[in-house]
């Protein structure tokens, strides 16, 4: 199990255990995490899951693909360095303790 | 009776994010959730794409985690069926008998397969649907390594279908009755894109092709079309399809135009019966006309809409309709709706399978449908959104 803590924008936190082999967004959604939309579910396809990782471990992270790039620069709230389509970032050991904070709006 | 819950029948992702909305609203009266199915309530469009190919599982489908129902004070009925609704004494029938009062009540009973009504060799072994989570797991069981199947119908479904069952290399013919793949929704050019597409991945496509009969002993061996060829088969899809479940508003005399009719708040010709999701027809200032739309984006925002108007939100809905479908490795996005346009703009090369179709009537920007290419899609959102 690897453990994520999602920081709501109003600062509170909370830590789930994570699957390893399910998608960031995944492991939100199956815990009941608010702050992710989700609406296509993974396809990358609405930048509704968004979120910002944490900046000094984004090198653990799946690499980003174009697609994914163009999406997040029409994501709901402002593009920051460590922000990523939660869909497309796969639970692996590499983000164990790691914080994940959700925008604003999705 | 203002303390009576509010009822929400249809358990699919409108209805869900209609149960959503109304607590993280504040709403904190009795909330009552009914549906057929037995899951709670899961996301579809993984069904002709992911969770075919087994690459998700039933637990990732649904769209909420074990304990949403608790967390959220949800009294969930599931595989339970509305026989029918009495507006006047607003109180909703289940089947065997127990009948529920309500405050307020959304319809969100979504679309079924539409089903073809005469046609010879409906009942055999080897006919399927996709709808469920129960018409797909039928289809998993019954596929063998070796199985050949008809896709009849050449929409979205169908095609997604195709490119999930070509990964498996079965040998899959689509049966298409109108001239194009996607004729209803796309324009020539791109209908031809994704024909050439799914030929190159070894799909075989008929097009003005209608189909006339199912044949074998008992179960599927062939299907035989209206001009008189046969195809050997063991498997027929039919994706012809889909219509509004709206016999519950039927049946108590609300009005229905190809779904059940609503005005801009959701609200349907019963001043406390709601309607939202695929099965709802409702009045769209942007389209100067009712519109149903069958789509996720739809069935999410029309959800939370109608949540807020019975909690009294006079805002109006009126969404930029959009849509995706993942065909290999080709990804659609549609945002707008095509239909009356009379002119298209390319933009980028589909030589390089990146480029959009840009649909106007005159001036005015009605669709864009992109290929690969999400910027495209993204930047029409936003134009559309505009557009008075
Ligand atoms: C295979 C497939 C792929 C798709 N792919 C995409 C896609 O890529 N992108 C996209 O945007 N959209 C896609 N869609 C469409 C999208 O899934 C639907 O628009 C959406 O699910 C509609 O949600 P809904 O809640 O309105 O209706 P539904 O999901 O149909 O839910 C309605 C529920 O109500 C139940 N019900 C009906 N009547 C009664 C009754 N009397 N009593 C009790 N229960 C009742 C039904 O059984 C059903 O469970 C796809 C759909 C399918 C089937
Ligand atoms: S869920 Fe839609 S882009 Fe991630």
Redesign the pocket.
Known sequence: MVRITFIQPDGSRREIEAEPGDSV?QAALAHNVEGIT????????????HAYFQEDRLGGLDAMAEHEND?LDFAACERRSGSR????VKVTDALDGMTVTLPEMQ | MANDPIIIIGAGQCGQKATETLRQQGYEGGLVLIGDEPHAPYQRPPLSKAFLKGEMSLERLMLKGPDYFDQFNIDARLSRWVESIDPAGRRVLLHGGESVAYSKLLLATGTRSRKIPVLPGLDLEGVHYMRTIADVQAIMQALKPETRIAIIGGGYIGLEVASALRSFKHDVTVIEGMERVLQRVVCPQLSDYFHRLHSSRGVAIHVNAVLEAIEGAGRVERIRLRDGQEIDTDMVLMAVGAEPVCELAEQAGLTIENGVSTDETCRTSDPNIYAAGDCSSFFSKRYQRHIRLESVQNAIDQGKHAAGAMLGSAEVYDPVPWFWSDQYEIKLQIAGLSQGYDRTEVEGDETEDAFAVRYFAGDRLLCVDAVNMPRAHMMARRELANLD
């Not at chain 1, 989700?38 to 899951?49: D, I, K, Q």
Request: negative net charge; hydrophobic residues 40%; aromatic residues 0%.
């Open positions: 967004m989700a609406e296509c579910n993974g396809s990358a396809a609405c930048a509704t899951c999406m389509l939660s869909c497309q």
